[in-house]
């Protein structure tokens, strides 16, 4: 368990990031601007100290999640409260300074997730609007604008029944052109009575839901799996990780499954990256075909359907990649 004055030490070292960042470019979504870990911006700091050293600002707010940037608002999300009123909530701090300019809470309700791990996934704010979009720990899914005004919210756990755990995991949201996306496993009704993970996209400016998707199978687990948005062979695919332990990918604008590969047999909890044609992916579970834990391999993204092992370009076997997503550094 991450005691809370250690999330403290680890947000001050993400905010000293983000800071630098926004002087100069947006770092919208948790694993950055093109949602690969890697920055566009040149001469960052490689150290820096509580002490001072490149130290900008530091503020009393901790949190398990990654905080992001828009222009000069930087957001975080964390809790708020403690015992039976303790909430969730979104703060927006001046980027330059550090200046609290406003919170937005909202209670956690239908869910068991335990205190120390509200406030896990990371908002995502949108270039083209200026909106934030929060996605709970209870699947709460709420739009705000930048001075943190309620444009909409919709419950997912009430509409769509997903499953939470004592673990916390929540997927982070994303936007792709006029959707906001959220992934989450789920059992409803109907054609969607079977449990599974499932994509949801809404307008992003009305709260509508534009498709539902459901690509692979039966979840072993809920995932926190980072979605990203890549190309491959001039097709734009959604690549991530899957709850039942497939790596996924699927058009953003409709939902339509393109390919899916079973790699382990627990939750992937990883992002995706790509490289020319090959998805770089990982994980730390059981692999299918041997008792070895942890993978990290390349995968031909050109694929469609249900890819099997031929479709692996290379592979390590025995790497716990589990946690961390990959990065990729030129051709490393």
Aim: include cysteine; charge should be neutral.
């Amino acid at each position: 368990m991450l005691r809370r004055s250690s999330i403290l030490f680890f947000c001050l070292a993400c905010l000293t990031l983000a800071q630098q960042i926004g002087s100069a470019g947006d770092w919208p979504d948790w694993r950055g601007p093109d949602r690969d870990g890697v920055s566009r911006e040149k001469g960052l700091p490689e150290k820096w100290s509580l002490g001072g050293q490149n130290l900008a600002w530091k503020a009393p707010y901790g949190g398990r999640s990654t905080p992001v940037v828009l222009g000069d608002h930087l957001y975080l999300q964390n809790t708020a409260g403690k015992g039976e009123t303790e909430q969730e909530r979104i703060l927006c701090l001046n980027a330059d300074t550090g200046k609290l300019l406003w919170e937005y809470r909202f209670n956690v309700f239908q869910s068991d997730v335990p205190a120390h791990r509200v406030g896990w996934a990371s908002p995502v704010a949108d270039p083209e609007t200026g909106n934030v979009y929060v996605f709970g720990v209870n699947n709460l899914l709420t739009a705000l604008t930048k001075d943190g005004k309620k444009l909409w919210e919709r419950s997912i756990t009430e509409e769509f029944s997903p499953f939470t755990t004592h673990g916390g995991r929540t997927v982070s949201p994303i936007v792709d052109g006029n959707l906001v996306i959220v992934s989450t496993p789920t059992a409803t009704w109907g054609t969607q009575a079977n449990r599974a993970q499932r994509f949801i996209a809404l307008d992003k400016r009305t709260g509508d839901i534009v498709w539902i998707s459901t690509p692979g199978g039966r979840p072993y687990d809920t995932s926190y799996a980072p979605m990203n948005i890549v190309a491959v062979n001039g097709m734009r695919l959604l690549v991530t990780g899957g709850a039942d332990g497939a790596a996924l990918a699927l058009k953003p604008q409709t939902g339509e499954p393109v390919w899916n590969l079973v790699i382990a047999k627990r939750g992937l909890n990883t992002g995706i990256v790509v490289s020319g044609k090959y998805a770089i992916l990982s994980h730390s579970e059981e692999n299918l075909d041997t008792n070895e834990m942890g993978m990290i391999a390349a995968v031909d993204a050109t694929g469609k359907g249900k890819l099997g092992r031929e479709s692996i370009k290379w592979a390590v076997k025995g790497f716990m990649g589990g946690f961390s997503s990959p990065v990729i550094d030129g051709d490393r």
